[in-house]
T-cell receptor, first 115, second 115 residues
Framework: KAGVTQTPRYLIKTRGQQVTLSCSPISGHRSVSWYQQTPGQGLQFLFEYFSETQRNKGNFPGRFSGRQFSNSRSEMNVSTLELGDSALYLC??????????????FGPGTRLTVL | DAKTTQPPSMDCAEGRAANLPCNHSTISGNEYVYWYRQIHSQGPQYIIHGLKNNETNEMASLIITEDRKSSTLILPHATLRDTAVYYCIVRNLNAGGTSYGKLTFGQGTILTVHP
């Protein structure tokens, strides 16, 4: 079974621009979560989507948004980029069923650099 | 979710057991202890989880104290490839709740396995 894929893997943008990152979950997984990882703040939860609905949201400004499509693929968007948005953005998918490990499977991440 | 405390770094000799401690003194009765690790430049990887009984899988063993206020992840025969950041996470898996996809990462323990 293919793992979580994220595109693009690397991205360079300038301040003020916007960016869209894509995540394809493992086949059959309906929950997709996004995380931001920076050296200073570590791994921080952005939001989670399940069945095209945002179920949970972390403490990030409204410039960070996301959506999920009917095939469970997800995108996140960051508008008006700031230098501090430079980070590794990780996507994770999960098979949300009663019981089980609720294991999160992470993708390789998208490395965003804002100049 | 309860907060966890881990030592910032540990060393281990290759072939020896690596014992990584985690303190979660404010854990509540329905919260699970999860361990993930992140090898450099990759997404985090699930290792093991447990509620109150000790658990073992092909990767590691998890020992949870009787009062559940602390736990230890054991890698029985550490290899160089086990060098990574290890995260201890406490999660509430209440079915129907909103925290399925949310993992609250701390700073983790940097485990370095030496030849």
């Amino acid at each position: 079974k293919a793992g979580v894929t994220q595109t693009p893997r690397y991205l360079i943008k300038t301040r003020g621009q916007q960016v869209t990152l894509s995540c394809s979950p493992i086949s059959g997984h309906r929950s997709v979560s996004w995380y931001q990882q920076t050296p200073g703040q570590g791994l921080q939860f952005l939001f989670e989507y399940f069945s095209e609905t945002q179920r949970n949201k972390g403490n990030f400004p409204g410039r960070f948004s996301g959506r999920q499509f009917s095939n469970s693929r997800s995108e996140m968007n960051v508008s008006t980029l700031e230098l501090g948005d430079s980070a590794l953005y990780l996507c994770a998918s999960s098979s949300v069923t009663g019981g089980g490990k609720h294991e999160q499977f992470f993708g390789p991440g998208t490395r965003l650099t804002v100049l | 979710d309860a907060k966890t405390t881990q030592p910032p770094s540990m060393d281990c000799a290759e072939g020896r057991a690596a014992n990584l401690p985690c303190n979660h003194s404010t854990i509540s009765g329905n919260e699970y202890v999860y361990w993930y690790r992140q090898i450099h430049s990759q997404g985090p990887q699930y290792i093991i989880h447990g509620l109150k009984n000790n658990e073992t899988n092909e990767m590691a063993s998890l020992i949870i104290t009787e009062d559940r206020k602390s736990s230890t992840l054991i890698l029985p025969h550490a290899t160089l490839r086990d060098t990574a950041v290890y995260y201890c996470i406490v999660r509430n898996l209440n079915a129907g709740g909103t925290s399925y996809g949310k993992l609250t990462f701390g700073q983790g323990t940097i485990l370095t396995v030496h030849p």
